[in-house]
C-alpha cells in the first residue's frame, strides 16, 4: 500500500488536511497522526498516537512480525529435518528413548533450530523502508507531529491539499 508521512509543526495543521482530504473524497485506508513526546496525545480532535505504536515507525515491530512470519515455516521444516536426520544417520544418541522417541528427540531439536534460525533472518534481513523511517524518528525527537497516510494502491494523493498546510517534509514508504 503506498504510504505517505507528512512532518508538520503543529496539530491543527494535520487536523485540517485529513478534514480536506475527507471533503475531496480522498478514501484513504488509514490515518495515524503521532504526537512528539513533549504534546499531550489527546486534546479535543482524533487521538494521536506514540511513534512506539505505530508498527511502520518502529522497526522492532517490523522484525517481530517477520521473524513470526518466518517461524511458521521455519519451525516445521526444521522439525522434518531433524527427524529425517536423525533416521538416516547411524548415529544413536538417543537410542535410550526408543526408536520413536530417538526421531522425536531429533525432530523437537530441529524445530528449535528453526526457531533460532527465524530470530537471526529476521534480524539480518533490513528493511527497505530503513532510512526513511530513521528520517522520521528524527524528526520525532525534534518535536514534530507525523502524519502517516495510506491510500489504496494506484491513488494518488492530492498533492494540492497536501501542499496548502506547508508540511516541512514528505517522505513516502516504499510498499509494505
Excluded at 522492532?60 to 521473524?67: G, P, T
Excluded at 544418541?93 to 529476521?122: K, P, Q
Aim: proline share 6%; hydrophobic share 40%; aromatic share 6%.
Amino acid at each position: 500500500m503506498p504510504v505517505c508521512v507528512l512532518v508538520l509543526n503543529e496539530r491543527d495543521a494535520a487536523e485540517s488536511l485529513v478534514t480536506s482530504l475527507r471533503d475531496a473524497g480522498t478514501h484513504l485506508l488509514r490515518v495515524a497522526l503521532v504526537a512528539p513526546d513533549a504534546e499531550p496525545t489527546s486534546s479535543g480532535g482524533p487521538t494521536a498516537e506514540r511513534i512506539d505504536d505505530v508498527d511502520l515507525l518502529n522497526p522492532s515491530l517490523a522484525r517481530n512480525r517477520r521473524q513470526r512470519s518466518m517461524s511458521r515455516w521455519l519451525m516445521p521444516f526444521g522439525f522434518l529435518a531433524g527427524a529425517t536426520f536423525t533416521q538416516i544417520t547411524t548415529l544413536d544418541t538417543f537410542a535410550r528413548f526408543g526408536t520413536i522417541g530417538e526421531v522425536v528427540i531429533g525432530g523437537l531439536l530441529g524445530l528449535g533450530s528453526g526457531l533460532m534460525g527465524s530470530y537471526a533472518a529476521a534480524a539480518s534481513v533490513p528493511s527497505d523502508n530503513e532510512d526513511g523511517v530513521r528520517i522520521l524518528r528524527n524528526r520525532h525527537k525534534e518535536n514534530s507531529w507525523l502524519l502517516l497516510l495510506e491510500t489504496r494502491p494506484g491513488v494518488e494523493l492530492p498533492w494540492t491539499l497536501v501542499q496548502k498546510v506547508r508540511p516541512q517534509q514528505v517522505v513516502r514508504l516504499s510498499e509494505l
